[in-house]
């Protein structure tokens, strides 16, 4: 079978082709296009000279990972009319990995024209990951749920920000637990009714405990201690200059118009994923049918892996994910100690550390599980637990959709209760 080689360097504008026949001579000159699709059309027309020109059976393409700007010619290849007859395999490749290979070529320079001959190389000598099939259903709900875990990004980090001015204004109430959340509704309407913290010392003790009722709607089990704990965290509080006071009342109030606004953003996101989810109603039930997987988890488990045919284990689907450890050994040596390779998805390790963080608190078989992970752990056992729960839950995961079944929860030892 005759192989043709495409290696593309992309950029913002223009797209570097480097084309090599089975050989590994070049199939052509190495020519540059627009990255647009006028550029797009005249690749496939030298791509197609090159196929008629060698007889070419198989073309495989491939481009290194470069944010969005290899989005949209990665998929109009793949899924072009004309080189359908060619079974055209498109890979991308992450920058490391054509870091490393192209360090085996030996000492070549760093150039785009280069970087394209490199990936060109790199198809040629084989050891591909497997060619993810065009599927724009996963595609469009893969957009979906990236935008959510966009959006779950910007409220930690609002978040975070918030917190640490909220430490300038009122300190002793970063540090002494008065409120179970300083987000909730009586924390943040503190700062829509006193503008300083001699305002709420001021302020009488049963006045504190009407407004902590009023806007807590009752959810204080003892309004009474939280209003002396405010104003315990009053007095422990540095006092600042008025100026900064007035400054740092507008930043706060910002940063909760900020949050308040992505958690709508957030709610609206779920419910359009909620209904895109729906062009996969199988992997969805069998997901969704193990107590802790939810919707939003189950529908970005769904968009990253992106079917799961194209695995042929649960080892390759961890590893994918970035859910596997190093192997250090040597001669009679086996290092005890192995790091966590996090070269994967990091969306799709995002949802499986988020399942799993839920089937321990909802399922026996992982809570068990978590807990004995959590007892060897020797540091960071919370971290540590939840990965490898993680890395179980990759087996249930590849489980449920390779035979598309229903969970049936397994016969605890000890446990004769259903669940």
Same mark, same amino acid.
């Given at each position: 079978?005759?192989?043709?080689?495409?290696?593309?360097?992309?950029?913002?504008?223009?797209?570097?082709?480097?084309?090599?026949?089975?050989?590994?001579?070049?199939?052509?000159?190495?020519?540059?296009?627009?990255?647009?699709?006028?550029?797009?059309?005249?690749?496939?027309?030298?791509?197609?000279?090159?196929?008629?020109?060698?007889?070419?059976?198989?073309?495989?393409?491939?481009?290194?990972?470069?944010?969005?700007?290899?989005?949209?010619?990665?998929?109009?290849?793949?899924?072009?009319?004309?080189?359908?007859?060619?079974?055209?395999?498109?890979?991308?490749?992450?920058?490391?990995?054509?870091?490393?290979?192209?360090?085996?070529?030996?000492?070549?320079?760093?150039?785009?024209?280069?970087?394209?001959?490199?990936?060109?190389?790199?198809?040629?000598?084989?050891?591909?990951?497997?060619?993810?099939?065009?599927?724009?259903?996963?595609?469009?709900?893969?957009?979906?749920?990236?935008?959510?875990?966009?959006?779950?990004?910007?409220?930690?980090?609002?978040?975070?920000?918030?917190?640490?001015?909220?430490?300038? =204004?009122?300190?002793? *109430? !970063?540090?002494?637990? +008065?409120?179970?959340?300083?987000?909730?509704? &009586? $924390?943040?309407? /503190?700062?829509?009714?006193?503008?300083?913290?001699?305002?709420?010392?001021?302020?009488?003790?049963?006045?504190?405990?009407?407004?902590?009722?009023?806007?807590?709607?009752?959810?204080?089990?003892?309004?009474?201690?939280?209003?002396?704990?405010?104003?315990?965290?009053?007095?422990?509080?540095?006092?600042?200059?008025?100026?900064?006071?007035?400054?740092?009342?507008?930043?706060?109030?910002?940063?909760?118009?900020?949050?308040?606004?992505?958690?709508?953003?957030?709610?609206?996101?779920?419910?359009?994923?909620?209904?895109?989810?729906?062009?996969? =109603?199988?992997?969805? *039930? !069998?997901?969704?049918? +193990?107590?802790?997987?939810?919707?939003?988890? &189950? $529908?970005?488990? /769904?968009?990253?892996?992106?079917?799961?045919?194209?695995?042929?284990?649960?080892?390759?689907?961890?590893?994918?994910?970035?859910?596997?450890?190093?192997?250090?050994?040597?001669?009679?040596?086996?290092?005890?100690?192995?790091?966590?390779?996090?070269?994967?998805?990091?969306?799709?390790?995002?949802?499986?550390?988020?399942?799993?963080?839920?089937?321990?608190?909802?399922?026996?078989?992982?809570?068990?599980?978590?807990?004995?992970?959590?007892?060897?752990?020797?540091?960071?056992?919370?971290?540590?637990?939840?990965?490898?729960?993680?890395?179980?839950?990759?087996?249930?995961?590849?489980?449920?959709?390779?035979?598309?079944?229903?969970?049936?929860?397994? $016969?605890?030892?000890?446990?004769?209760?259903?669940?």
């Amino acid at each position: 079978m005759n192989k043709l080689f495409v290696g593309m360097d992309i950029s913002l504008d223009d797209v570097k082709v480097h084309i090599l026949d089975q050989d590994g001579n070049d199939a052509c000159s190495r020519f540059s296009v627009d990255n647009n699709p006028s550029g797009c059309n005249i690749l496939v027309s030298r791509i197609l000279d090159c196929c008629n020109k060698y007889n070419i059976q198989k073309v495989f393409i491939g481009l290194e990972s470069t944010s969005v700007y290899g989005w949209h010619i990665q998929y109009y290849l793949a899924d072009h009319a004309c080189l359908k007859p060619f079974n055209p395999s498109v890979t991308t490749f992450n920058a490391n990995t054509v870091k490393a290979f192209k360090k085996s070529l030996g000492d070549l320079p760093k150039n785009d024209w280069v970087d394209a001959f490199v990936i060109a190389e790199k198809l040629r000598f084989g050891r591909l990951p497997k060619s993810c099939p065009v599927d724009f259903r996963y595609l469009a709900l893969k957009r979906l749920t990236r935008h959510r875990f966009h959006i779950v990004d910007s409220i930690v980090r609002e978040k975070n920000y918030f917190l640490s001015n909220l430490f300038l =204004k009122f300190s002793g *109430l !970063c540090q002494i637990k +008065v409120f179970s959340n300083n987000f909730g509704a &009586a $924390a943040t309407e /503190i700062f829509n009714e006193f503008l300083t913290l001699d305002d709420i010392a001021a302020r009488p003790l049963e006045d504190l405990i009407a407004f902590l009722v009023d806007k807590g709607r009752d959810h204080f089990n003892d309004p009474n201690a939280t209003a002396k704990l405010l104003q315990d965290a009053v007095r422990k509080s540095y006092r600042i200059n008025a100026n900064v006071n007035d400054s740092l009342n507008f930043v706060i109030k910002s940063c909760l118009d900020n949050i308040q606004y992505l958690e709508k953003q957030k709610k609206a996101s779920e419910k359009t994923i909620a209904n895109e989810v729906k062009g996969f =109603k199988n992997q969805f *039930l !069998c997901l969704t049918s +193990v107590n802790g997987i939810g919707p939003t988890i &189950a $529908a970005g488990l /769904i968009s990253e892996i992106g079917g799961i045919s194209r695995f042929d284990n649960d080892n390759a689907l961890a590893k994918f994910s970035g859910i596997y450890w190093s192997e250090y050994q040597s001669a009679d040596f086996k290092a005890e100690d192995t790091y966590l390779k996090r070269t994967g998805n990091e969306y799709l390790r995002y949802y499986f550390i988020q399942a799993a963080d839920q089937l321990r608190k909802y399922c026996p078989e992982f809570s068990q599980y978590y807990a004995r992970k959590f007892n060897e752990s020797k540091t960071h056992k919370h971290k540590r637990a939840l990965v490898l729960t993680a890395r179980k839950a990759v087996r249930l995961v590849f489980a449920l959709l390779r035979e598309e079944k229903l969970y049936k929860p397994p $016969a605890m030892k000890g446990d004769d209760c259903k669940y």
